[in-house]
Structures are given as C-alpha cells and as structure tokens.
C-alpha cells in the first residue's frame, strides 16, 4: 500500500519533484531513491502566513510500483433507435444530461440555437472588434454554453463530493488535465474548453445522438399539461414526451414563452453589480504579502464576502489573469463577465463584484410579474449601453473615483476588447446599488489592503450572475410542476450556479428523465 501523507512545502518544493522527494524521503527516513513515485492527491496554497506555503496530500509509492490510474469513459450503448429525448440547449447541463440519457440507452436529440465551438469563435470575434451582438451566437449561446468561452472554474459549494469527482473525471476522459481532480480550485481555460466540449459532442453523435445547431426552440408544444415537443426556427416540429428544457440564464424568449403560455414561472432575486480590474501583480501582491511572487506560485485569485447596509456584497467568478469579455446577447444592452486562458498569463485580474437583490427590490417592474427580475435586469444593461455611446463599448470609472462620485478623467486601456468610456456608474444603477457598491469597496479596501486603489477600473454592468427567473420542479420527479415530461434544467431554471452545478443538474434530469420513459 503506499503511505498517504499530508505536508505543507514551500512552493519551490511542491513545483520541482527532486526538491519534494526529497523532502518526504526525509520526514520518512528512507533513501530518496527508495521512493518510486509521488501521486499527488489534493493540492491547496496557504496564503495565510508571510512565507506562502503548499498544502499536499501526497501517496507515497516506496515499496510498490506505481499504476496510473486512467479514467475512462462509461460504457455508452449504441441509441440509433433507442427512445428519444429532447434537451434544450448545449451548456453544460445539455451536454452531462445527453451523455446521461446514451449511458442509459436513451437518444437525446440536443436542440442548440448557437454555432458549434470553432463556428462560434467568429461571432466573438464580431463583438470584440465590430461591436456586432449576434442574438444567437455569442459568449452565452453556442456550442458548450455560457462554459465554453469562460475561465473554466471547477468548483462549487455542491456538498455532494462524489457528484462533483464524477463530472471532474468526466472532463479528464474528455481531454481535460488529470491536475483539476488534484487542485482545490481547479480550473480549465478559455484555450482548452472548446476541444473538450467538441469531444463531448463527437460522442454523443457516435453513440447515435443528434445535436443540432443553429437550431433555435421558438415553441413548447403542450397539449392536457403534458409536453408533445417543439418547434423550432425553421417552423419544423420535433415530437417527444420529455423534453429537458437547459437554456441558460440568458434566454429570456423562452423565459416570455413561458410567461406567455401560462406554464408556472417565478421571479427569482439574484445578484448585480460590476466587474473589476486590477493589476495582476497588485492582487498577488496583496494576497502572497510579497512584492513578486515569483516562478512558483500562481496568479493569486481572491474571494470576499461583506455585509453591507443590510446587503450581501461579494466577488464572484474571479478571473486571475485573465480578461473581461462583452458577454450581450441582444444588440442594444451591455453585459460583462471574465474569462481566462489556461496559464492565467494575462497582466490583469477581473473579477464580478455585485449586490445580493431581493425580490421587493423589482418593485418598479411589477407589471412584468415573474419577468420583473429579467426586466430590472435588462433596464440596466440598456442604460449601460446608452451611457458609453450605444456601441459595446462599457461604462468605466476608476474604483476610488466611484466611492467619490467623480467621472475619471482618463481610463487607462483595459482588457476589455471593445473599450471603456468614462461614465459615472451611479447612473447605471439605481441608488440602492450604487450606494451599496460605493460603501462596500471602502469595506473591501480595509479587509484587502490596497485593494481600493484608481489603479482598479471597475466596467458595469456584471448583470448575468445567475437567473432572474426560476423554472420551479418537483423536487423529487424533476418535472415542472405542472407541466408532465418538461424538465427544467441548470442555472436557467434556477437549479445550477456554474459549470460544475449545471453540469451535475443534466445528469440528475436525464437520470429522472429515464426513470419514467415508458
Ligand atoms: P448555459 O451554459 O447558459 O447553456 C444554455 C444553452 O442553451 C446555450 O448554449 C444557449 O445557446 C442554448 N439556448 C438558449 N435558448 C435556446 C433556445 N431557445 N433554443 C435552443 N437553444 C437555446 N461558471 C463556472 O463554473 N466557472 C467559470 O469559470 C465560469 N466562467 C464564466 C465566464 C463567462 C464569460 C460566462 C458567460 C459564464 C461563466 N460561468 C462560469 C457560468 C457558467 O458558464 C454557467 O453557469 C453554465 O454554463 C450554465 O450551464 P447551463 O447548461 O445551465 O446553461
């Protein structure tokens, strides 16, 4: 058996194998070259102290032989002509549910508005440089979702770890790095996604699958509360009895789809506010309490929470060097978000700082019923768009300028590809949040020392943090409440938070979904 130990290195020993065997070689007084092989089992930075140390959980193989452990995929059955189920939406909820239902012998027909990842890559490109919003393809809609063109972060606060471990194993058989079952906060990138998500959906269609882009649902198909199928863009009908219904928190047509067919929807509070910018050096500086921090650690990402005027104010999808990335859907608002490249090798750090809302808070929209959310929620984005010239180019004012309700007078090139101009931000939201935003960062600024800084260039709105409308289940059938055979699904319904949660959520659906095919 090899011995498991848990350690705490420097990071210039937990980064150069010699320097780490010999090490342990040393706390288990044996010969380092008695050592055969050092499996790493989890890894995490302890930036508490001045001196950054690594955490290791470490399996030390010194008396057998190392086997690598290759995680395969499941053994999925040929569906041609299985039982068909229809999934809405290729983000990663589709995509975990359709490799689901191929496990089970099911065949899932994936519906996706959006191009496939390499198709999409133009579209991006059209925002970034021409300031073009394509409503269908874009950093949210597309092939892998609003996941694919992301930082790629693989944590959630989901309690269930062996649901977790499943989909992160998942992602290795489909080309990802083994390092994300090891890493306490793993991450993917914004370079390496696309061929993940590509493989995901060469082997659906493999296995006898279909997934279908460019192929946007304009209609559910109810008849007696139970669902018949769609139709889609194309004014062609795709009939089946269950349909898991995965669109994401930006597809507000099938948010008013519902609203219009009367099929149960609520208004949902979620979280609003901007996203920030700061050097990276400055972030690493801060959080490794050094003046470099050298060959061996990574960017330093960060986390904080507040309590503020009665609101929870906290960061959210933290982008260690990375880049801000115009995330519309529609032409006519603005939105942000961050990705990241693997290697997080960019200069600068952005990360979502936002608001928690509650439901009185869309009061003014009441007329919209369980469309308030998503209508505040648009209000904003269009008055950022107006304010900055009606471009993509994003309301921007430097952080301490905010707190002081001053236009900067200049704002330096940011990472955003589309450009910044200078707008006071307060006019992008309503007083509530802006007062809460102004009170928090001078919070921040206290907990993380220099994080308050005009060298931070805050760019609003950060609108898209999860869905302002929930799909409500049954919480045991997975079905709409009163809708037999549609099964809301992931962060669109109001059931997921991220890759991983939406991720988990498709494969509970398709597991339901199955449970009652007849
Ligand atoms: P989505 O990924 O939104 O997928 C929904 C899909 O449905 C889309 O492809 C859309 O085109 C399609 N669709 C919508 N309407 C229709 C229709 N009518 N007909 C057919 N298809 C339709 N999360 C993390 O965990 N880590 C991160 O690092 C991270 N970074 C992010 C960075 C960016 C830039 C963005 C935008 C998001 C990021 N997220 C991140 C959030 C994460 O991507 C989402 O939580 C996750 O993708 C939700 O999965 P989903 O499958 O529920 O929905």
Redesign the pocket.
Known sequence: MPREIQIQVAPEVAAQLPLLTAHIAQLMQVKPDEIKHIAIIKRSIDARQKAVKINLKVAVYWNEEYVETKFKLPEYKDVSNAQEVII????????FAALQLIELGVKPIV????KDVQERRRDLKAINRDHIVDE??N??????????????????RSKKRGDVDRILELFVAFGASDEILVEAHP?IGTNKLPKIIKAMREKIIEYGGQVLFE????DILVKNNEVQGVV??NNDTIHASKIIL??????R??FE?LDRKKIFIEAKPFALGVRAEHPQSLIDTIQYSCDYRGEYLPPAPYSIVKQVAGRGMYSF?M?PGGVI?P?ATSPGEVVT????PSKRDQETANSGIVVELKLEDFKPFEKFGALAGMEFQKSIEQQAWHLAGETQRVPAQRMIDFTQSKVSSDIPKTSYVPGTTPVELGKVFPDFITNTLRQGFVEFGKSMRGYLTNEAILHAPES?T?SPVRIPRDNYSLEHLEIKGLYP?????GY????????I??EKCALKCVETLS
Request: aromatic share 6%; charged share 15%.
């Open positions: 809405i939406g290729a983000g990663p909820a589709g995509l519906l996706e508005r959006g269908d393809s950093y949210c809609y597309g092939e892998g979702g609003a996941g694919t063109y992301s930082d790629g972060k693989l944590y959630t991450h192929t946007r649902v304009t889609t863009q995965a669109t994401g928190h930006s597809a047509d099938i789809l999808c982008c990335a995330c978000n961050g990705w990241s898209r999860s699904c992931g962060e669109g319904a997921a938070g991220g890759i991983i949660s939406a991720a959520d498709g």
